[in-house]
């Protein structure tokens, strides 16, 4: 499979709870992929990508202590997959009992990645499929 490294570009809030929006664009090329998301997921995002710190953990900040203390990193997440209007990720970790991935919903993948600056990549095939340019 031939992944697509990209950036996040943006996160488009709606304050009534309707449609959440992540637009990852293709690192060194014009197109553009938008994912829907749940809301919290989007206020989740929304903390991290402006360093906001709320007083006890959330659940994403969470799980990047737990993998931090089990000494293990995040090394990429991947939407690697497109199924009847629904993304699919993976999470590509490193451990000290070597390399795990786990499956994913996009939004907690990315929530993950921008937590922990680890790059996002999205199969050419699923880019391919839902690119705007």
């Known amino acids: ?8 570009f943006e996160l488009r809030l709606d304050e009534t709870g309707a449609d959440q ?13 938008p994912i829907m998301i749940g809301y919290y997921e989007a206020q989740s995002i929304h903390l991290a990508l402006n360093d906001i710190h709320i007083q006890r953990p959330l659940t994403h900040d ?13 090394d990429r997440i991947v939407v690697n997959d497109l199924r009847e209007s629904t993304f699919y990720a993976r999470i590509h970790f490193t451990t000290p009992n070597g390399p795990v991935d786990v499956d ?7 929530a993950l990645a921008v937590r ?8 050419k095939e699923v880019l391919d ?5």
Not at 1 to 8: A, N, P, S, V, Y
Not at 62 to 74: E, F, P, Y
Not at 129 to 133: F, G, P, Y
């Open 1 to 8: 499979m031939i992944e697509i490294e990209m950036d996040f």
């Open 21 to 33: 929006i992540i637009i990852l664009k293709e690192k060194g090329g014009s197109r553009m992929m």
């Open 62 to 74: 969470l799980t990047v202590n737990v993998i931090r203390s089990l000494n293990a990193t995040i």
């Open 104 to 110: 994913s919903r996009p939004s907690d993948a990315i």
């Open 116 to 123: 922990s600056n680890s790059p996002i990549f999205v199969a």
């Open 129 to 133: 499929q839902v690119a705007k340019e």
